[in-house]
Structures are given as structure tokens and as C-alpha cells.
């Protein structure tokens, strides 16, 4: 494989460069070691540019899926917010009806209670008209009959 050969070369270059004393390192002729290293990308199997792209394209995937889950979750809550607000209002407003419920069948209570006493007062009256009226005819009758 071709390859396996320029990464020879770039060892060749390396064992045969002059080193620098008391440091390990070595001199190497750049522009040599950079197009070797050129060739190298070049003859890489279609594969392997592939598998980059692919891990690069999952990157993006992943940070679109974790961008959308925050955004859904983002909504969910809202909405959950809402429908507890929603509950809440209704809540009170049923409060608030029963509340209004009460106090009407409270005065319709107190309007019925009023008028029969206001009913019963004024047949009371009527009554007592009429039984002063009674002996007024009674007396007349009476008064009639003694004559």
C-alpha cells in the first residue's frame, strides 16, 4: 500500500535528520515532510474521509436535536404554565359564581320572607276593616230591626 510507504519515508526523514544536542529533537526539511504529508490525504481510502464527514454531520445532528429538544421542552412548559393559569381562573371564577349563587338565593330568601310579612300586614288590615265594616252593619241591621 502506498501508504505504508510514505509513512516510511517520513521515518527515513526523521531517523536521518540532524539532531539537536541534549534535546531529543531533530531538523527537518519542512516542504518535504508537508508534501509527503499532502500525498498521504490524497491516497487516504474514500472511507475514512467518509467516516469524518459522517462524525462532523452527527455533530451537527446531535446539536440540532439538542437545540429542537430545548425548544419542545421550552413550549411544553409554557403550556403547562398556561393550562395551570387557565385552571387557576377557572377556579376562582367558579368561586366567584358560587359565591354570587349564594347571596342571590340569600335575597330571594329575605325578598320572600319580606313579602309574606308585608302580605300578611296587609290582610291583617283588610281584616280588621272588615270587622269594624261587619259591626258597622251589624249595628245598622240593628238599628233596623228596633225600629
Known amino acids: 500500500m502506498d501508504l505504508l510507504k ?30 509527503i504529508l499532502n500525498e498521504i490525504r490524497s ?10 464527514w459522517i462524525r462532523e ?37 367558579q368561586a366567584r359564581a358560587d359565591e354570587i349563587i349564594q347571596k342571590a338565593q340569600s335575597n330571594a330568601k329575605d325578598i ?4 309574606r310579612e308585608y302580605a300578611d300586614e296587609l290582610l291583617k288590615t283588610v281584616q280588621s276593616q272588615l270587622e269594624e265594616l261587619l259591626k258597622t252593619v251589624d249595628q245598622n241591621r240593628n238599628e233596623l230591626n228596633e225600629m
Open 43 to 52: 491516497k487516504l481510502p474514500d472511507e475514512i474521509k467518509q467516516a469524518e
Open 6 to 35: 510514505l509513512l516510511n519515508e517520513i521515518e527515513e526523514i526523521l531517523e536521518e535528520s540532524s539532531s539537536i544536542p541534549l534535546s531529543g529533537k531533530v531538523m527537518v526539511d519542512k516542504h518535504e515532510v508537508l508534501d
Open 57 to 93: 454531520e452527527r455533530q451537527r445532528i446531535l446539536a440540532e436535536a439538542q437545540k429542537e429538544a430545548e425548544t419542545v421542552t421550552k413550549e411544553a412548559r409554557l403550556h403547562i404554565e398556561e393550562m395551570v393559569e387557565r385552571d387557576e381562573i377557572t377556579k376562582r371564577a
Open 112 to 115: 320572600r320572607l319580606g313579602g
